[in-house]
Each structure stands twice: as C-alpha cells, then as structure tokens.
C-alpha cells in the first residue's frame, strides 16, 4: 500500500498500540487530534487532560496514545452509551468541547462488512483479503482526509469537568476479603461488600 502522507509517527504510534490499522482507529484519531487542538494542548503527563468516551471501540486506543488519557491516571471515563462521542477538558485553561461523529460521515461499504465478517470465519480467498484490505484502505482515507467539521459536531460538554482522582486506603471486602478502594464498596447487611460480591449474591 502506498505510505499516505496521514501515515506519520503519530498514526504509527496508535496503529502500534492498537495492533492494526482499521477505520474505527482513525475515528478515535481524528477525534483526539480535533479535542487536543480545540482545548490547546499536547499530551498529557498526568491529570491536567481529561477525557470521556462513550464507546469501548478501536478509536479510544488512539484517544489514549494521543492524549495520554488512561484509565491508570483516571483521566480516561469511560461511558456506555455505545456512541463515537469524545469530551475533551483542559484542567489548567478551563477549555472543553465534545466531539459527535456525524450521522453518515462514515458511509457504510456493505462490501467491506461483508469481507470483515468472512475474514474473522476464515472464509476468505487470498482475492478477497486483497480486496479487503483496499477497501479498509480507502474507509481509513475517506476518515483521515475528510476535516474535522464535516466528521463531527463540536458542542460544548454535557457534563461538569470531572474531578480529581481520588487515591484510597483499601478495605477488604466483607465477603471475598480482597482489598478494595471505599469509594467503589456496597453497604448490604451493615456489611460492606465489593462490587463483584455484591453482583454475584455472594
């Protein structure tokens, strides 16, 4: 395939923390680099960026490497709602904006769906798997060509800029005894329980 010139040291990065190039990545990319620009900063080194996605899909691994953004730091919240929405928050200058993919920016190629599903039952021909990966090419391209504006909505954020990550002491957990942060604890019983314990009946 030809080296596109949006094939730079920051989409290597995030195809390399991802594992493989796909369209659901490039998303996440463009997104990220629209929040990053919008809010006035690079990556971040601890809390000072912080990050909400509503989905669990292939662009929020590119939110990460981009941002610096982790569930570790607790400047990555994750919400599932199952949307390509991005919030992006600036702690030291107050800037924020939430990034909606538009309703048919990506247009749907049956075609490729149609190979992806044949390619993860083993089904595919060396033609197809060809054809596949042309047709993922161009689904990347369309993304990582198409500007900003035209791929998303920018809106100001839905939700108050989160705080801080809090740092615990752990308890154990009345039931499985496993140490566990207070903040994430159920009270049943007068016993305090962790949340798997409490989901599991135990």
């Given at each position: ?26 998303i996440g ?47 990555l919240?994750?919400k599932?709602y199952?949307k390509?929405?991005?919030t ?16 048919g ?7 490729y769906r149609?190979l ?11 033609e ?6 042309q047709r ?11 500007p ?7 809106t100001?954020?839905r939700?108050?800029l989160?705080?801080?990550a ?6 154990p ?8 942060m ?21």
């Open positions: 395939m030809p080296n596109a010139a949006w094939r730079n040291e920051d989409w290597t990065r995030c195809v390399a923390f991802h594992g493989h190039e796909c369209p659901g990545l490039a990319f463009m997104a990220a680099k629209a929040g990053l620009a919008w809010i006035e900063s690079t990556r971040a080194e601890d809390e000072e960026v912080v990050t909400i996605v509503e989905n669990d899909a292939c662009g929020v691994d590119a939110v990460q490497v981009l941002t610096g953004c982790t569930f570790g730091k607790g400047n919240i994750h599932d199952g390509q929405v991005f992006f928050f600036n702690r030291d200058t107050g800037r924020a904006a939430r990034f909606s993919l538009k309703s920016a990506t247009p749907l190629d049956p075609r149609e992806m599903m044949k390619s993860r039952e083993g089904a595919v021909s060396a197809e798997r060809d054809e596949l990966a993922r090419e161009n689904a990347m391209r369309t993304i990582l060509e198409t900003t504006e035209a791929l998303f909505t920018k100001d954020p939700v108050e989160p705080d801080m809090r740092v615990q002491r752990s308890e957990c009345a039931v499985c005894g496993e140490p566990t207070p903040l994430k604890m159920i009270e049943r019983d007068g016993k305090r329980l962790c949340r798997g314990c409490e989901e599991s009946g135990r």
